[in-house]
């Protein structure tokens, strides 16, 4: 913010500006100079100087004001106008100045001052300020309060300084008076701008990191989406081809007269068909663990209810599916999601928990849905999950869920909490 930069330089030179009309310091100044230069021209350059030190606060002054009130973002063009001509006024009457010290007038270089920078000042300042306050935020009430009481009480000391008919004794404190209330109210003024840039800023990084996780859910939703397309053509070859060969071998056996066979060829054609129709079994699982028409069919609540069937019926333990709460109504993309962590878990948790009863329990309240997944097994970490499928998998899943997963230790047996809001899944 180049308001603040601008706003520094502002009060560095008015406070050398103060610090001049403090006589101690403003003759003991014009004491060390006359030291160098001699008392007459210590006293011309200690004069122009005063001036021109007035000349840089004022610029300063009307540049942090067109900062701060923002013109620099909303009208370019007639701000770097305004820029061009102060730096072209500054440059001018830093001219001016040496000339008039090397000539000894410093009368000159005040008249220029009077009847030339203060009307061109007023006239840019007055209508570049009204034309930005039009463009700027609340924080222009701040900078209306404080500017106003400023240059009025500026207004006053410059007239009574001047205008010696006027009587007035010290009019220099009402500069003073202008320079303590226009500073309190340009603190706050400040103060709520930052507050202003900060918010922003705090929107602007949200967006960018809501972009992002938009942009990685893309990405994620194209790979389990390529994953899904995946699985579903494995399967189909399954179902089609081997599975396929298998029922032709089995035809072909059938076609085999066992009582015309010695005792071993027949106990082999026996075992040989068993042993395909326990691969034909296993096929139709795989296919259809990789394939769940069943969501299609009958939702997730009807798939997860076959599958812990299933499970219970392959493994021989006791596995139940409870659901509760009100009906659940996603997507079959996210649908398809939740299956798989589902299964995921639960294969890995027969496969190392040596468990004899699990469950999967669905509670639904809209929009939290917390799915449980528990068993009375010996335990196993997500570690003990193959990192390149497993997990990885479940991990994909629950990030473009925006779920949270979390494993609790139940003393013996394992449990894994998902939950996820089911305003924030994405609608894929």
């Given at each position: 913010?180049?308001?603040?930069?601008?706003?520094?330089?502002?009060?560095?030179?008015?406070?050398?500006?103060?610090?001049?009309?403090?006589?101690?310091?403003?003759?003991?100044?014009?004491?060390?100079?006359?030291?160098?230069?001699?008392?007459?021209?210590?006293?011309?350059?200690?004069?122009?100087?005063?001036?021109?030190v007035q000349v840089a606060f004022y610029n300063f002054y009307t540049i942090f004001a067109l900062y701060f009130l923002d013109l620099d973002k909303?009208?370019?063009?007639?701000?770097?106008?305004?820029?061009?001509?102060?730096?072209?006024?500054?440059?001018?009457?830093?001219?001016?100045?040496?000339?008039?010290?090397?000539?000894?007038?410093?009368?000159?270089?005040?008249?220029?001052?009077?009847?030339?920078?203060?009307?061109?000042?007023?006239?840019?300042?007055?209508?570049?300020?009204?034309?930005?306050?039009?463009?700027?935020?609340?924080?222009?009430?701040?900078?209306?309060?404080?500017?106003?009481?400023?240059?009025?009480?500026?207004?006053?000391?410059?007239?009574?300084?001047?205008?010696?008919?006027?009587?007035?004794?010290?009019?220099?404190?009402?500069?003073?008076?202008?320079?303590?209330?226009?500073?309190?109210?340009?603190?706050?003024?400040?103060?709520?701008?930052?507050?202003?840039?900060?918010?922003?800023?705090?929107?602007?990084?949200?967006?960018?990191?809501?972009?992002?996780?938009?942009?990685?859910?893309?990405?994620?939703?194209?790979?389990?989406?390529?994953?899904?397309?995946?699985?579903?053509?494995?399967?189909?070859?399954?179902?089609?081809?081997?599975?396929?060969?298998?029922?032709?071998?089995?035809?072909?056996?059938?076609?085999?007269?066992?009582?015309?066979?010695?005792?071993?060829?027949?106990?082999?054609?026996?075992?040989?068909?068993?042993?395909?129709?326990?691969?034909?079994?296993?096929?139709?699982?795989?296919?259809?663990?990789?394939?769940?028409?069943?969501?299609?069919?009958?939702?997730?609540?009807?798939?997860?209810?076959?599958?812990?069937?299933?499970?219970?019926?392959?493994?021989?333990?006791?596995?139940?599916?409870?659901?509760?709460?009100?009906?659940?109504?996603?997507?079959?993309?996210?649908?398809?999601?939740?299956?798989?962590?589902?299964?995921?878990?639960?294969?890995?948790?027969?496969?190392?928990?040596?468990?004899?009863?699990?469950?999967?329990?669905?509670?639904?309240?809209?929009?939290?849905?917390?799915?449980?997944?528990?068993?009375?097994?010996?335990?196993?970490?997500?570690?003990?999950?193959?990192?390149?499928?497993?997990?990885?998998?479940?991990?994909?899943?629950?990030?473009?869920?925006?779920?949270?997963?979390?494993?609790?230790?139940?003393?013996?047996?394992?449990?894994?909490?998902?939950?996820?809001?089911?305003?924030?899944?994405?609608?894929?």
């Amino acid at each position: 913010e180049k308001s603040f930069k601008y706003y520094a330089l502002y009060n560095i030179f008015l406070v050398i500006y103060v610090l001049s009309r403090y006589d101690p310091i403003y003759d003991g100044s014009q004491e060390l100079l006359a030291l160098v230069l001699g008392g007459k021209n210590a006293a011309v350059l200690m004069h122009i100087t005063s001036f021109l030190v007035q000349v840089a606060f004022y610029n300063f002054y009307t540049i942090f004001a067109l900062y701060f009130l923002d013109l620099d973002k909303h009208d370019k063009k007639f701000f770097g106008r305004i820029i061009w001509i102060l730096r072209l006024l500054g440059s001018f009457f830093v001219v001016l100045g040496i000339l008039c010290f090397f000539i000894k007038n410093e009368d000159l270089f005040i008249d220029f001052y009077i009847f030339l920078y203060v009307p061109v000042m007023l006239s840019l300042f007055l209508p570049s300020v009204y034309r930005a306050i039009k463009f700027s935020g609340k924080h222009k009430d701040y900078f209306l309060i404080g500017a106003s009481s400023f240059v009025f009480c500026a207004l006053i000391a410059f007239t009574g300084s001047f205008v010696s008919s006027l009587n007035m004794n010290n009019p220099i404190i009402f500069f003073y008076i202008g320079i303590i209330v226009e500073t309190i109210f340009f603190s706050l003024g400040l103060a709520f701008k930052m507050k202003l840039i900060n918010d922003e800023r705090n929107k602007i990084r949200a967006e960018v990191i809501k972009h992002k996780h938009r942009q990685q859910i893309s990405r994620f939703s194209g790979l389990l989406q390529g994953e899904e397309k995946e699985r579903k053509r494995m399967a189909e070859e399954l179902h089609d081809g081997i599975a396929g060969d298998l029922t032709a071998i089995k035809f072909q056996l059938s076609t085999f007269n066992i009582d015309e066979a010695s005792p071993k060829n027949a106990a082999v054609v026996q075992e040989v068909s068993k042993i395909i129709n326990n691969s034909y079994e296993q096929i139709r699982e795989i296919s259809h663990n990789l394939s769940p028409s069943s969501i299609i069919n009958y939702g997730l609540r009807g798939a997860l209810e076959n599958f812990c069937q299933k499970i219970g019926n392959n493994y021989q333990m006791k596995f139940d599916c409870d659901y509760s709460g009100e009906k659940l109504e996603l997507s079959k993309t996210v649908q398809v999601h939740i299956y798989r962590i589902i299964q995921e878990l639960v294969n890995n948790m027969v496969k190392h928990a040596g468990a004899t009863e699990g469950k999967v329990e669905i509670t639904y309240h809209k929009p939290a849905l917390r799915i449980v997944v528990k068993d009375n097994g010996k335990g196993f970490s997500t570690k003990e999950i193959n990192p390149g499928i497993g997990l990885s998998n479940i991990d994909s899943r629950i990030r473009f869920l925006n779920a949270k997963f979390v494993k609790e230790n139940v003393g013996q047996g394992s449990k894994f909490i998902i939950d996820i809001n089911t305003d924030q899944v994405p609608d894929h």
